[in-house]
């Protein structure tokens, strides 16, 4: 993550990325704005809050797939078919179609924070499993530990449970148990978990004060839900990392079914898209910074770019 953006930084559209994500949280958030870490710049801002740490880095993941979905616009002659969100990439989603713009996109993110704090919700965390939702699910009921939930089905051997930082060591080590790798997601942070309704409820209302356009392209979530194309489905898809599971592998099927060849990736590196080939073998997956360019006869038809969530970035594969 630091530095992630450096070698693209003097471009345009990344610059003017950053700095209107800085103006809009530099006053309500003490914390290392997302420039600072993206472009490996040093960085005196500070924050005593607890959780900081976990501000800044979900500022900088949205921050980073936005300013990269802008850059492959202007450096690119396509127009994406979807823009898909993953988790917290929801939100970067609806910004990257201009729904939301990129301050209010941010100021989201920080709504979310601190409706975290004044509900106090416990902490909690993330749990990668090298096993298939259902086995996953049934291994969930095995082992009783009734604060996990499945919280993303991203592949056919890849699944993420969500909850307390205890049980969730249980239940990898029962899956060790089993020879069945897992790998701990890099936050401390509770997502898609009922526990978290008061604080979407908070983050909606907030929602409701900010200006939502129509989509600039089609846009959808990974949620179970489907592709929200009025006002008030637009504003329930920002709380939609918070309170839903994400159904990564059956909107992928979708996709693919609905004539799907090209992904790009709006992150430095791989890390959606090879779930999405593990469904979908035939996918042509890059990264925005990633050679070859979209072969022409793809460019506005049936592309897809999906955007980085909190989900999924530790890949038991």
């Known amino acids: 993550m630091p530095g992630a953006l450096a070698q693209v930084g003097d471009h345009p559209a990344v610059r003017s990325t950053l700095s209107e994500v800085d103006e809009a949280v530099a006053a309500a958030y003490p914390g290392p704005l997302p420039s600072s870490l993206l472009l490996g710049a040093s960085e005196e801002r500070t924050s005593g809050a607890s959780g900081s740490v976990e501000v800044a880095l979900h500022l900088a993941v949205y921050t980073q797939a936005l300013a990269l979905f802008r850059l492959l616009l202007a450096t690119e002659d396509m127009r994406p078919a979807t823009v898909l969100g993953h988790s917290l990439g929801d939100i970067a989603a609806l910004a990257a179609v201009g729904t939301v713009t990129a301050g209010d996109g941010a100021k989201l993110l920080l709504a979310a924070e601190a ?28 082992q009783s530990l009734p604060g996990l939930r499945l919280a993303c089905d991203n592949a056919p051997r890849q699944s993420v449970v969500c909850g307390p930082a205890e049980q969730l060591d249980a239940l990898s080590a029962a899956a060790r148990g ?9 936050t401390r942070t509770l997502f898609h978990s009922p526990v978290l309704r008061a604080v ?3 983050v909606r ?3 409701a004060r900010l200006p939502f356009a129509t989509p600039r392209f089609p846009v959808r979530s990974a949620a179970p839900v489907p592709p929200p194309r009025h006002p008030a489905a637009l504003r329930d898809a920002v709380t939609h990392h918070l309170t839903r599971p994400v159904c990564f592998r059956q909107t992928t099927s979708v996709l693919a079914l609905a004539g799907t ?4 990736e709006a992150a430095p590196r791989l890390l959606l898209t090879p779930l999405m080939k593990a469904v979908a073998p035939a996918f042509t997956v890059r990264t925005v910074l990633s050679q070859p360019p979209v ?4 460019r506005g038809t049936n592309g897809t770019i ?6 999924t970035r530790a890949d038991p594969n």
């Open 115 to 142: 409706a975290r704090r004044r509900h106090r919700v416990p902490p909690g965390g993330l749990l990668a499993l090298r096993l298939s939702a259902s086995d996953t699910a049934r291994l969930l009921r095995e």
């Open 178 to 186: 089993r020879s069945v790798k897992t790998v701990r997601v890099a």
């Open 200 to 202: 979407a409820d908070d």
């Open 205 to 207: 209302d907030v929602a």
């Open 261 to 264: 060849t090209v992904v790009i």
């Open 295 to 298: 072969p022409s006869d793809a």
């Open 306 to 311: 999906p955007r980085e969530g909190a989900g």
